[in-house]
């Protein structure tokens, strides 16, 4: 995200009070690691965009702050793309399955308490909608891990999709760029953004982010899979979304009445 979109697909991570970005939020990061053609094709074909793919360990990043792995770039799902819209809720075809089901989460002890205190409050948004699923914060273990990102990584935060009926197993938090001067709520809509890639969302407006991030519209496109309709949720902008690409600095953004529906649709 960038600080004035918080969650941003390849943010800036350029540190002007207008940019900083969590969802790798956009930047104007030259792409270091080349991605080979075969591994574009694999992303198109999942339904993703592979405009500013880059290559990291164990797979590839696509929009700003979604991972996917080499094991996902090889498979071939079968569902197909329900819809096609600008501002809608999207799940991939991979969830979160064995419901009803506790997911546990566990922040390393190499980032700053604060991301615990920002933990806690993003579990509590989610434990409150009473759903199947439901999260509980440990301190060994964990279905889901924070971890500090690598170092000179260009996003805020970014994580990845649920593979066999699990969900995705970390979330790396580049805290250096984040850092623990924003509110705890600003951190625990970025924690809780990320989450809801680990248990299978996408962003709210994946088909044209620049509705929150800004700049050129990114249409990828009718391909085969990864971007599946909720029902009930809007086909017209929705503006305070948690799963939007790119999220104000400074900005809260709790589940909306659309949020609900999706979250309860799926868990």
């Known amino acids: 995200m960038k600080i004035s979109k918080l969650f941003a697909p390849a943010a800036m991570l350029a540190v002007s009070a207008l940019s900083l970005s969590s969802c790798q939020e956009k930047a104007n990061v030259e ?81 700053p308490s604060a991301y615990v205190t920002a933990t806690d409050e993003a579990i509590r948004r989610y434990n ?6 439901r999260f509980s914060r440990v301190t060994s273990g964990g279905s889901i891990v924070l971890n500090p990102a690598p170092a000179g990584s260009s996003y805020l935060a970014s994580a990845g999709f649920p593979s066999g009926g699990n969900p995705y197993n970390q979330v790396l938090v580049n805290s250096g760029a984040l850092g623990t001067n924003y509110a705890t709520t600003t951190i625990a809509s970025v924690l809780a ?12 407006d994946y ?32 503006p305070n979304s ?7 600095g400074g900005q809260n953004r709790p589940f909306n009445t659309n949020d609900r529906t999706a979250l309860n649709y799926l868990y």
Request: aromatic share 4%; hydrophobic share 40%; net charge negative.
């Open 128 to 133: 409150a909608e009473g759903l199947q699923l």
């Open 31 to 111: 792409v270091k690691n080349e991605v080979s053609e075969t591994a574009v094709n694999q992303i198109k074909a999942l339904g993703f965009t592979a405009a500013g793919a880059q290559k990291v360990a164990g797979g590839v990043m696509v929009e700003g702050d979604i991972m996917l792995t080499d094991e996902m770039l090889a498979s071939t799902p079968d569902y197909k793309m329900v819809r096609v819209g600008e501002d809608e809720q999207y799940r991939t075809t991979n969830l979160v399955t064995g419901l009803p089901r506790t997911i546990t989460i566990r922040v390393s002890t190499s980032l």
């Open 207 to 238: 088909m044209s982010r620049q509705y929150s991030c800004g700049g050129s519209a990114v249409n990828e496109g009718a391909s085969t899979v990864g971007a599946i309709l909720i029902p009930g949720t809007p086909s017209g902008p929705d």
């Open 193 to 204: 953004h990320e989450i809801g890639h680990c248990i299978g969302f996408r962003h709210t």
């Open 242 to 248: 948690w799963m939007l690409a790119c999220i104000g």
